[in-house]
């Protein structure tokens, strides 16, 4: 969820700086500019919850279980949704 909201605060701040650009490209400038930092963020994210599904024991592994999938699965899908919702909503508010 943080990271959806500091893509689309970046979004915002290029809609002020990079004006004629097409909105597509702005989102996909955006995403890219926040990368790295989601890239850190969730690898540190990763590698410490693997190592309590790993070290943890028989009573944490099926909880660090769930968190590993979730985490690798949340990390795929912000960027799918946030991109395809801020494009969304950007054509319809073009149509009004």
Do not use: P
């Not at 790295?36 to 309590?52: A, D």
């Not at 919702?85 to 073009?94: E, P």
């Amino acid at each position: 969820m943080n990271d959806t909201i500091v893509i689309f605060d970046r979004i915002r701040e290029n809609r002020r700086l990079l004006r004629k650009e097409d909105f597509a490209v702005l989102v996909n400038k955006s995403v890219n500019q926040t990368l790295s930092r989601t890239i850190l963020t969730s690898g540190l994210t990763f590698l410490t919850v693997l190592v309590l599904f790993l070290m943890g024991g028989q009573v944490l592994r099926a909880f660090s279980f769930a968190l590993v999938v979730g985490d690798c699965g949340r990390n795929v899908l912000q960027f799918w949704y946030c991109c395809a919702f801020g494009c969304l909503l950007a054509s319809f508010q073009r149509q009004d």
